[in-house]
């Protein structure tokens, strides 16, 4: 194993980690409208999810740097080449973030409105966004003779050696994505609140079940026709154990749910989304980003930066990325176990009410 | 922390891409940095304040320490929004330095992330909401570990920044990309010390001015009185200490800094065209490139060679003695934007130790012009902070990395300039917007006070 495949696997596990935690807070936001309709049901889902969002959007941070540090030319040229859906998304983590907060500091029936709706259109559109960058990556880019690129937000809608952000395939993923993040959040509250919200919460994920196994035999099947580098590992056998974990997964949301135990469904589900976020990592290795054309692409050593600095890198993260985790379980065995909806408004108001 | 200020925008062609690349991560960067400024100082004082309600059993201090989270609250949140977009701005609109430098530059924005974002955002909710939770010696170190992380922060920060002044611990490869070649080196890069300090001094600055404005405030108009006394003793006492080592020693070594390693950058932000013994400090005065003169000039005999050397003769070089392709591009932003720094520096210390010495004196709340001038001074601060940055990379260009990338070479070649002009109105709406928001809370904040518990 070389030390870009490394590097390559310790940022992917940065991701992972992103996609199961940030994914049942953007999953609750996507539901927080149906889920919860009286200001304290409302207050309810916030309350589950406030002293931890922000910490678990920081792993997406963390993920993004470290890309920044051992693959630098993957930085550059995805993120450049992504020029236009990264800015929005830029400014859509903005007005998600501010639906969260902006409620400690005002209570006022329109103000508590207006930011519960960015809120819950900020985290649908914010997980849209996410699944189809996934998809663009999965799929790969149009390279210049340069080795850079940049997507418009659309071409002619195929799947051809021209591509857009969005097409058929890319919003298949980001579909896919949302229905899989909504059921994540979904178990959180299930788990994390009380009274109507999480019952609706509870029947929102038994209805989530179908659609999510549904989507991703679809996705699964698209891939194997639009990405012969994944259709290729799938025929590995070291591969194998993604997809059994995918199933596992599945298999346990689907049996945890009917025993009626949402926190076993909860952690079945977040080994399914990073069993997914590992399967696309490993299934375009050993490229980081994949051409339209073949031959063409970027590969992880070409992206990597020197082995000095990989190695010297190694030394900090280790240690760091396991204090990052201790504060991480640290906030999360603070939190209470279960909040529940209370008629009066409590804590949650603005500081130190 | 790349780009040069708005000059760059009119002194170039209006869609030239670089240039709009410029603009929007200037426009960007300097928004955003008007928050942090505010909480890593303002989490110093926030330390004081619940030191002294913990340790030393003050009552008043808890309701000091209550009020002024909640306005940290506000500007971290602000921050952390304006924040996260910066992270992306360096691949967006800067690919080609990221894909050469990323590989030194990458170590301290991941370090940034890995060692100091997990501990605020751990922290942050602790101490806004967690004081009835967790009793007040906790709550306590959760203030402090809030503080530690922003800290933390700026170094990095500082350290990436540096790196691109002074770059060190690296290596220039034929294809021109830089490689890393110590990281001890690179971590503890002479340019970086005084420059956090330099930094960190400023938010301080910040912070204190503004918790003695608001103190100012409510005693003029006979509110929160006993607060209001409060707020303005932490406050004066904070901005006196901070004004002086701002500038020395911090923006002294800074200085010195620059007059060895970028003296071309050193004599335009000095408006110094012609090389002298016994340079004179210019205090006012508008620089004419064009006939390399300062017109309008009020000097202080050989006093820039003696502030910069120690010695009265010293010899100076001018601009003059530069190839022009070397000197920064807006050569009168940047001799304005250190001249207004400096000038508000200075004013800092008269007002800060003068109010200081009407405190001991016990007439500092009897004469009202004073409380004027310190409610008054509140945006100035920022202003002297935002122009600092303005001298640091108006000062470094043409460069990007200072003799080793040209800012032109750094640019993203592929969006064009229509994509980076819907990017960056797209910006100035939703920033403007998040002004509106920001004063409106702000302005609720002030106008309900800290409980007179």
Not at chain 1, 100 to 124: C, Q, R, T, V
């Amino acid at each position: 194993m070389t030390l870009a495949s490394v590097w390559v696997a310790l940022a992917g596990l940065l991701l992972a980690v992103y996609v199961a935690l940030d994914g049942f807070d953007l999953g609750a936001g996507i539901l927080h409208l149906f889920v919860a309709r009286t200001p304290a049901e409302r207050k309810t889902v916030l309350k589950s999810i406030g002293p931890v969002w922000d910490g678990n959007e920081v792993w997406l941070l963390a993920g993004g740097a470290t890309i920044f540090l051992a693959f630098p030319r993957l930085y550059a040229i995805g993120v450049s080449g992504f020029y236009l859906p990264v800015m929005i998304l830029l400014w859509l983590l903005a007005a998600r973030a501010l639906g969260i907060e902006m409620k400690h500091y005002l209570h006022h029936p329109l103000w508590d409105e207006a930011w519960d709706f960015a809120f819950s259109a900020g985290s649908l559109l914010v997980t849209l966004f996410l699944g189809v960058a996934l998809g663009n990556v999965i799929r790969g880019v149009t390279f210049d003779e340069d080795g850079r690129f940049f997507s418009p937000l659309w071409t002619d809608f195929t799947v051809g050696a021209k591509v857009g952000i969005l097409d058929p395939y890319t919003l298949l993923v980001g579909v896919t994505a949302t229905i899989l993040v909504t059921l994540h959040g979904a178990l959180w509250l299930a788990h994390r609140t009380g009274g109507e919200v999480r019952d609706r919460a509870e029947r929102a994920a038994r209805r989530l079940v179908a659609p999510a196994v549904v989507a991703l035999a679809l996705v699964t099947v698209a891939t194997a026709f639009v990405q012969p580098l994944v259709r290729d590992a799938m025929c590995r056998p070291t591969f194998a154990p993604l997809p059994a974990m995918t199933l596992a997964g599945l298999g346990g949301v689907y049996v945890f749910l009917r025993r009626q135990d949402p926190r076993r469904a909860f952690f079945a589900s977040a080994g399914l989304l990073v069993s997914l976020v590992a399967s696309a990592v490993a299934g375009i290795h050993p490229y980081v980003l994949p051409g339209r054309a073949p031959g063409q692409g970027l590969l992880a050593e070409q992206a990597a930066t020197s082995p000095y600095g990989l190695s010297a890198a190694l030394v900090w993260w280790i240690p760091g990325v396991l204090i990052a985790a201790g504060y991480t379980v640290f906030v999360y065995r603070g939190l209470p176990s279960r909040v529940e909806v209370t008629a009066e408004a409590e804590p949650e108001g603005a500081p130190h009410d | 922390m790349c780009a040069g200020g708005f000059g760059s925008l009119i002194a170039s062609r209006p869609m030239d891409p670089t240039a709009l690349h410029r603009l929007q991560f200037a426009f960007t960067i300097t928004y955003h940095y008007l928050f942090p400024q505010l909480t890593m100082g303002l989490g110093l004082l926030i330390v004081v304040f619940a030191y002294r309600a913990t340790f030393r059993g003050d009552p008043l201090a808890r309701g000091a320490m209550r009020f002024w989270s909640r306005v940290f609250g506000v500007n971290f949140v602000f921050g952390v929004v304006t924040g996260i977009p910066m992270e992306f701005q360096f691949g967006a609109g800067w690919a080609r330095f990221s894909e050469a430098t990323g590989g030194v530059i990458g170590q301290t924005l991941a370090m940034e992330g890995i060692f100091a974002f997990f501990l605020e955002s751990s922290f942050l909710y602790l101490l806004l909401f967690g004081e009835k939770k967790l009793g007040p010696r906790a709550h306590f170190a959760a203030a402090v570990a809030v503080m530690v992380g922003s800290w933390i922060s700026a170094w990095f920060i500082i350290v990436t920044n540096a790196f691109m002044q002074h770059p060190v611990g690296h290596r220039v490869n034929p294809d021109g990309s830089i490689q890393l070649e110590s990281l001890s080196a690179y971590l503890t890069n002479p340019w970086a010390i005084p420059q956090f300090f330099h930094t960190i001094l400023g938010s301080v600055l910040t912070a204190s001015f503004v918790v003695s404005s608001v103190g100012a405030f409510y005693f003029l108009s006979g509110k929160h009185v006993e607060h209001a006394k409060g707020f303005i003793r932490t406050g004066v006492v904070a901005a006196a200490v901070a004004s002086v080592l701002v500038a020395f020693p911090a923006g002294d070594a800074q200085a010195k800094n620059l007059a060895e390693h970028q003296p071309i950058t050193f004599a335009a932000m000095e408006g110094h065209f012609h090389t002298e013994d016994g340079a004179g400090l210019s205090i006012i005065g508008q620089p004419d490139t064009e006939r390399m003169v300062l017109d309008n000039p009020v000097v202080i005999p050989k006093a820039l060679s003696f502030m910069t050397y120690q010695r009265w003769g010293a010899r100076i070089r001018g601009l003059s003695e530069f190839d022009r392709a070397d000197w920064p591009d807006n050569v009168p932003l940047l001799y304005f934007a250190y001249h207004v720094m400096v000038g508000l520096g200075t004013m800092f210390i008269a007002l800060s130790w003068g109010s200081l010495l009407l405190l001991r004196k016990g007439r500092l709340f009897r004469f009202r012009p004073a409380l004027w001038a310190l409610m008054l001074a509140l945006p100035f601060p920022y202003i002297a902070n935002t122009a600092g940055w303005l001298t640091a990379e108006l000062g470094r260009q043409p460069w990007l990395v200072y003799g080793v990338m040209r800012t032109r070479d750094g640019a993203t070649s592929t969006v064009s300039s229509g994509n980076i002009l819907f990017s960056l109105l797209g910006f100035m709406g939703l920033y403007a917007l998040f002004s509106l928001l920001f004063f409106f809370l702000v302005q609720r904040i002030i106008g309900e006070g800290p409980s007179d518990a």
